[in-house]
């Protein structure tokens, strides 16, 4: 009964957390709420303590009206304690007003760390505010815990997590240290995970101490992009999100080696404690670690004592002390992984052990506990990444017998510090093996599948409906009855909802709404399939191809090395089967990874390539571009990187599209003194998203009737009426992605054109 209960509490008290974050309540209605819940729950506690146990099960419909009430009254301390937070947030020192230049003095709340589009922290303000700075080239040398003040534009953003209310753009001038943290264990944390990662990539190198660091103290950032794609795809990721599983080997081989000496259970407990506080040290309290830690000091101080640790309770009791600590929580995707694997190992396990009675017992155990973990998390893998893994189970089965050896390693070689190089030469063996499971598990066929949330709600509709209409009919009351014929529904809902992509009757192109950056499919009716360019998101086009039926390209195209551009093709060249890959010659890690499952080339200006009935030219760039752009680097907008664009001229039959990556104003000046009719098509696609940086005479030299602007939300003002102005000069038709979303165009043999 106090299990049921605590969770009944649990659930009700997210509950009101949920319902405040849509309602945004004031302060005072805030405070009235909690007050009121918190006065109810003492009312309800003093009347429960003079009544004797009720044993008669633990189900929720027999709860009393007394414990139903204590627990509805949850909502409203949950209600309470994240609108007090949330109000106190939003009314914060810092106003934000959309491009306002802004100076915040604040606390760097996060490492440092790459993104696509520079260097990144976040800052916590004397407010509790939480602001993402974002810098554009060389990083600040900012570190956790320094008290910082920057200077940039501050713009509002929608984030997952509602703590982070805008963001702001800065130089590495813009931040200037006030001073280092104080907090001891703030500088102890940095200097072990500090002197951990560079001793670990002395010893081991980069890619292999990068696993290793994630899945011994979480530190992540040394992990290259395939290899994080690679556990996802396979159900390994919570690896390499240091919780529960990572403290518990830490402790197996504590306590093992305590026993070996002798060590009494008052000693072993003590050295315990003191592992689990030093664990969440170094792993920095991120909410998993909390979780793993609160539970895990329950259960030694329940050893301690002698008495019998409840597991379930101890957890729920965690889980709302952790939301009432800090409410936001609740959408932290590790906590909700977290406590889900949990609860799904303590209810599902037992059972599953059961049924693998005929298995040897630690088999079964490991077998029992990779189940139960996947099925409880797998719906919110499904939510958070639209994807979900089929070789989940297995993969975790193998991966377990080595991430346990390289954890205990790990942690021994970074006490150890400089010393350690021969438990890091060890624990690299193991995580070596865990990169190529995961590199060959990822690679199976159908290793994982996109998520459909059409098809997500018929299916889940149908088995609800199929499955209470057999429990009610009286020839099929068993359970499993009506389970084996839901999954039957389940699968052929699914089989019906599938989406395929037709084959055109001509030449068809799609030009994809992937925001701001460009991504354009050309398909024809003898199959010939070209992808230009894969937008922003690393996984969106993979997606998007799968659900159409897609796994076959004939041709991948990078036209050039900005992330707008090419980020989505990591995962298209794992996900799909890409037959060939054109980039333009520009070195870059991008090509590195895609070479490892496509063949790449940089074709020369003059070829041509015929695919089936499709025939692909290649119109710039020339050498001096390609050198310039390689000695330049990847620098921002307006770079030599743009006029390096790898321009391609498609036909088929009389139609043909002129692709131009970000060509600007010198590039295009050079196609029209080199050969203007080489260019002209009837279709084009606009260059660097309808960028003022245009000139006259290209436009006039392709003389397009369709122009298709791969645009979104953005600061630079794309399109500009500049490029408006000159493709309306020469009539054409401009199609944006940010006002139409996906842009189709068919064509026939003639070279007529039709908007889908």
Partial sequence: MPQIRIWSVAACFAAGIQVADLLAPSASVALGSGALGIAILLLVWARHRR??????????????????????????????????????????????????????????????EDSKFGHRFILRTTSRQRIEVRFYGAPP?????????????????????????????????????LSRSHNPMLVASNAFRDGMRGNAVRAIGERR?????????????????????????????????????????LLAAIVFGLKLLRIPRRG?????????LAFTVVARWEPSVLRAAVMATVALMAFYFGRRSQALY??????????????????????????????????????????????????????????????????????????????????????????????????????????????????????GALDRVALLFARAPKASLDVDWDAVVLIASLMLLVAFGLWLHRGFRSARW?????????????????????TPDGLRVTFFDVGQGDAALIETSQGARVLIDGGPDPNALARLLSKRGIERIDLMVVSHLHADHVEGLRAVARRQRVVRTWHP??????????????????????????????????????????????????QPEGS??????????????????????????????????????????????????????????????????????????????????????????????????????????EMDSSGRVTVG
């Fill in 314 to 431: 101890a957890l729920g009791l965690g889980f709302i002390g952790l939301l009432a600590f800090d409410p936001f929580m609740l959408w932290s995707i590790g906590f909700q992984l977290s406590f889900a694997a949990s609860l799904g190992i303590l209810l599902l396990a037992p059972k599953l052990v059961e049924r693998f009675k005929a298995l040897p017992r630690p088999l079964a155990e490991a077998l029992a506990v990779a189940i139960a973990a996947q099925l409880a998390v797998t719906p919110l893998l499904a939510v958070h990444f639209e994807r979900i893994s089929l070789v989940s189970v297995p993969a975790n089965l193998v991966a377990f017998s080595l991430v346990a050896p390289a954890t205990v390693l790990g942690f021994v070689a970074g006490a150890l510090g400089p010393a350690g190089g021969v438990f890091y030469s060890a624990a690299g063996i193991f995580v």
């Fill in 585 to 634: 010659g520009v070195p870059g890690e991008l090509i590195d990874v895609i070479a490892r499952y496509a063949r790449v080339e940089v074709p020369t200006r003059t070829e041509r390539l015929v695919i089936g009935d499709l025939t692909v030219e290649v119109v710039a760039p020339q050498v001096d571009q390609v050198e310039a752009a390689t000695a330049e680097g990847q």
């Fill in 51 to 112: 009544q004797p146990e009720s044993k008669a099960g633990e189900y929720l419909p027999i709860l009393g009206p007394l414990a139903l009430v204590g627990i509805i009254s949850a909502a409203l301390v949950g209600f309470g304690a994240m609108g007090l937070r949330s109000s106190a947030i939003q009314n914060g020192a810092v106003r934000v007003v959309n491009d306002r230049i802004v100076v915040v003095p604040g606390v760097v709340a996060t490492d440092l």
């Fill in 482 to 502: 009506s389970v084996a014929i839901a999954l039957a529904v389940m699968t052929l809902g699914g089989l019906a909802n599938a989406t395929g992509s037709s």
């Fill in 640 to 745: 030599t990187l743009n006029d390096a664009s790898l321009v391609l001229r498609i036909g088929w039959g009389r139609s043909c599209v002129l692709f131009t990556g970000d060509l600007e104003n010198e590039g295009q000046l050079r196609l029209v003194d080199e050969d203007p009719t080489r260019i002209e098509c009837a279709v084009m696609k606009a260059p660097h998203h309808g960028s003022g940086r245009l000139e006259n005479d290209f436009v006039a030299a392709v003389d397009p009737e369709f122009v298709a602007v791969s645009v979104g939300r953005n600061t630079f003002g794309h399109p500009t009426a500049k490029a408006l102005e000159m493709f309306a000069g020469v009539g054409a038709r401009v199609l944006r992605t940010d006002r139409m979303q996906d842009i189709t165009l």
């Fill in 268 to 276: 072993q407990v003590i050295t315990c404690i003191v592992a689990v």
């Fill in 141 to 177: 040398k900012v570190r956790l815990g320094d008290h910082v003040r920057v200077t940039g534009k501050i713009s509002r953003i929608q984030s997952s997590d509602r703590k982070v209310i805008a963001r702001i753009v800065a130089h590495r001038e813009g931040a200037v240290i």
């Fill in 209 to 249: 101490a990068g696993l290793l660091l994630g899945i011994t103290i979480g530190d992540t950032r040394l992990i290259p992009d395939e290899v994080t794609q690679n556990f996802r795809d396979t159900g390994l990721s919570h690896l390499t999100a240091v919780s529960g599983a990572n403290l518990a080997m």
